[in-house]
């Protein structure tokens, strides 16, 4: 019998864990993966998108990395080094004393009527039961909340969900010589990125339209989507990090659609790092580094709690009392088509807030559910207003809110939705949270 079991190790899960472990609860920390940081390591996701406006697990996190001189400062959220970033949450997951279990799915709920008594999992050893007090679902798809009969939400009014992306890595790459390049083709795409001291064109697909336009006529391009202007970011010397390329028409709650990403990615990856190394300057001598072996998935469910934080929430800085965390990252839809001119989100597409919104604990607790909360990319918001909470820096402060929340469920001996909501915000407080 544990206190709390989480699944999903990610940036949600492993904050949850760590935060409710630190108040001496017996916290369980399920992940499919053989690590903890899903996008962030797996996925080769090198930004912490969403800023510090949070501070609390986020700025504890940072100030461990750069004892590893594992950060660096991109424009879009700082940087990080995946496998250190690998290590530093085991670390802090052991010193808090989390028990972690790898190369374990969860793939169902232990229910009595509509109260949570655990979950199921599955690994090596067979389907196994876990029973809990509490159970936190950060599985990014709210698998175990929706396998307990939580009612969801998924993609836009015709069911079309954002495309995917197969994130890698080039290096032996010459900056210098890729900078003044890409200078020439300003026009067709501009716009800057900075970095630390340096700053330099956005070195994306899209700017390179012409020469694009060139190679398809060579019938050196099969691949279909090379619209995305998904960007290269700056990692280890020498090294890019890009944001490439899209697969249409994923779901990421089904294997065989993630399965046909990870191919059609893959495949994609590889030509496009032929179209740098024969057309772009600088590229001559390049080579891939790595593909991330996690697809990259935007928006899969979600579930629909006490309160459905809205596009209009995020946008005009709504105020709640049940406040947990804050946001400041933009509404960011990816058309379904991969054009970014899909009706159905072309009006609300890259809106930014007018000041700080917030997020409200309601938005964890799964309606019409007892002894659960959810946490990341599943909490209960509207299509627009997941497209800016989803990101990681986000996701940190909403797990770290569930862990605790958990934390003083078990030890109140109440339920999630039975938390004085005061008593939670005073203990992020003085965990160093701003709210």
């Given at each position: 019998?544990?206190?709390?079991?989480?699944?999903?190790?990610?940036p949600s899960g492993t904050?949850?864990?760590?935060?409710?472990?630190?108040?001496?609860?017996?916290?369980?920390?399920?992940?499919?993966?053989?690590?903890?940081?899903?996008?962030?390591?797996?996925?080769?996701?090198?930004?912490?998108?969403?800023?510090?406006?949070?501070?609390?697990?986020?700025?504890?996190?940072?100030?461990?990395?750069?004892?590893?001189?594992?950060?660096?400062?991109?424009?879009?959220?700082?940087?990080?080094?995946?496998?250190?970033?690998?290590?530093?949450?085991?670390?802090?997951?052991?010193?808090?004393?989390?028990?972690?279990?790898?190369?374990?799915?969860?793939?169902?709920?232990?229910?009595?009527?509509?109260?949570?008594?655990?979950?199921?999992?599955?690994?090596?050893?067979?389907?196994?039961?876990?029973?809990?007090?509490?159970?936190?679902?950060?599985?990014?798809?709210?698998?175990?909340?929706?396998?307990?009969?939580?009612?969801?939400?998924?993609?836009?009014?015709?069911?079309?969900?954002?495309?995917?992306?197969?994130?890698?890595?080039?290096?032996?790459?010459?900056?210098?010589?890729?900078?003044?390049?890409?200078?020439?083709?300003?026009?067709?795409?501009?716009?800057?990125?900075?970095?630390?001291?340096?700053?330099?064109?956005?070195?994306?697909?899209?700017?390179?339209?012409?020469?694009?336009?060139?190679?398809?006529?060579?019938?050196?391009?099969?691949?279909?989507?090379?619209?995305?202007?998904?960007?290269?970011?700056?990692?280890?010397?020498?090294?890019?990090?890009?944001?490439?390329?899209?697969?249409?028409?994923?779901?990421?709650?089904?294997?065989?659609?993630?399965?046909?990403?990870?191919?059609?990615?893959?495949?994609?990856?590889?030509?496009?790092?032929?179209?740098?190394?024969?057309?772009?300057?600088?590229?001559?001598?390049?080579?891939?580094?790595?593909i991330s072996p996690l697809?990259?998935?935007?928006?899969?469910?979600?579930?629909?709690?006490?309160?459905?934080?809205?596009?209009?929430?995020?946008?005009?800085?709504?105020?709640?009392?049940?406040?947990?965390?804050?946001?400041?990252?933009?509404?960011?839809?990816?058309?379904?088509?991969?054009?970014?001119?899909?009706?159905?989100?072309?009006?609300?597409?890259?809106?930014?807030?007018?000041?700080?919104?917030?997020?409200?604990?309601?938005?964890?607790?799964?309606?019409?559910?007892?002894?659960?909360?959810?946490?990341?990319?599943?909490?209960?918001?509207?299509?627009?207003?997941?497209?800016?909470?989803?990101?990681?820096?986000?996701?940190?402060?909403?797990?770290?809110?569930?862990?605790?929340?958990?934390?003083?469920?078990?030890?109140?001996?109440?339920?999630?939705?039975?938390?004085?909501?005061?008593?939670?915000?005073?203990?992020?407080?003085?965990?160093?949270?701003?709210?």
């Amino acid at each position: 019998m544990k206190d709390i079991v989480i699944i999903g190790g990610g940036p949600s899960g492993t904050a949850a864990a760590i935060s409710a472990a630190r108040f001496g609860v017996k916290v369980l920390l399920v992940e499919q993966q053989g690590y903890l940081g899903g996008m962030l390591t797996g996925g080769l996701l090198s930004p912490i998108l969403g800023g510090e406006i949070n501070k609390g697990f986020y700025l504890e996190l940072i100030k461990k990395l750069k004892k590893y001189d594992a950060i660096f400062e991109p424009a879009y959220g700082r940087g990080q080094n995946p496998e250190y970033m690998k290590l530093v949450l085991e670390e802090m997951c052991q010193e808090a004393k989390v028990e972690l279990l790898y190369y374990t799915l969860g793939v169902g709920a232990l229910t009595e009527g509509n109260i949570i008594k655990g979950i199921k999992i599955a690994s090596k050893s067979g389907i196994q039961e876990v029973k809990a007090r509490i159970v936190i679902d950060c599985s990014g798809d709210g698998d175990i909340a929706y396998r307990a009969g939580a009612k969801y939400e998924k993609g836009d009014k015709r069911g079309k969900l954002m495309p995917v992306t197969l994130r890698f890595i080039l290096g032996n790459i010459d900056i210098k010589k890729a900078i003044a390049f890409t200078r020439r083709y300003q026009q067709e795409y501009p716009g800057d990125i900075k970095c630390s001291n340096l700053t330099y064109p956005q070195i994306a697909l899209s700017t390179f339209e012409s020469l694009i336009k060139k190679a398809k006529e060579k019938n050196e391009i099969h691949s279909a989507d090379w619209a995305y202007a998904g960007f290269a970011m700056p990692g280890r010397p020498g090294e890019l990090v890009f944001n490439n390329p899209y697969v249409l028409n994923i779901d990421g709650t089904k294997p065989e659609d993630l399965t046909r990403a990870q191919i059609e990615g893959r495949r994609f990856v590889f030509e496009i790092a032929r179209f740098f190394k024969k057309y772009i300057d600088g590229f001559q001598n390049s080579y891939i580094v790595a593909i991330s072996p996690l697809v990259g998935v935007r928006e899969t469910r979600r579930i629909i709690g006490d309160y459905i934080i809205t596009g209009k929430d995020i946008l005009q800085g709504t105020t709640f009392k049940d406040v947990i965390a804050r946001n400041t990252y933009m509404i960011d839809l990816h058309s379904s088509d991969g054009s970014r001119k899909d009706e159905t989100d072309r009006k609300i597409n890259l809106q930014y807030p007018s000041k700080p919104s917030e997020i409200p604990y309601r938005c964890l607790l799964p309606r019409g559910l007892e002894n659960i909360l959810v946490a990341g990319r599943c909490i209960s918001s509207t299509r627009d207003a997941n497209s800016a909470l989803r990101v990681t820096a986000n996701c940190f402060a909403i797990g770290q809110a569930a862990g605790t929340a958990a934390a003083i469920a078990v030890r109140r001996k109440i339920t999630p939705r039975e938390v004085d909501i005061k008593e939670l915000q005073e203990n992020l407080r003085a965990q160093g949270v701003e709210i």
